[in-house]
């Protein structure tokens, strides 16, 4: 089954690719190896789950912002490289700001991870580092960066 059929079997689809914020580009690609730069919890232009982990944002809710930046992150590999194009996700870095006594990001790590291995099987599979930082851009709860090995 190819990419696009599993995302639609799952109930799901791409939102449209945002722009970068600054002076770099969303996905870098040198050699075999493509580069996607932080994702946010953006939908179609609009900013979701902002706020803190734990204060603000619920676990529940931190599962589901990782999982929207992930959709985020494919949506720049099919438009920069296509789908077709993806040897395997080689590793994934989770970003997230939380309250104080907050103690749960692997269970929301755990959306962006779920979202790869159940859209793309075993390509899917990857490492991943986890993050608490005080701050993230426009309060975003969460962001995602990743990269893959691609054809050449």
């Known amino acids: ?68 930046c992930a959709l985020n992150v494919l949506a720049q590999v099919e438009n920069k490289i296509g789908f077709d194009n993806i040897i395997g996700l080689n590793n994934i870095d989770v970003y997230f700001q939380s309250g104080e006594n907050w103690d749960e990001s692997p269970e929301v790590a755990d959306g962006a991870s779920d979202l790869f291995v159940n859209v793309l099987g075993d390509k899917g599979t990857h490492s991943r580092a986890i993050f608490g930082v005080d701050t993230l851009p426009r309060d975003f709860s969460v962001g995602l960066t990743t990269s893959f090995t691609i054809k050449e």
Not at 7 to 31: A, C, D, H
């Open 1 to 68: 089954m190819n990419i696009n059929d599993k995302l639609k079997e799952m109930g799901l689809e791409l939102p449209q690719i945002s722009t970068p914020g600054g002076n770099y580009v969303s996905v870098n690609v040198r050699g075999n190896m493509a580069y996607v730069a932080i994702q946010f919890p953006i939908k179609n232009g609009t900013y979701l789950y902002q706020g803190k982990l734990g204060n603000e944002i619920t676990t529940i809710e931190g599962y589901n912002a990782l999982r929207l």
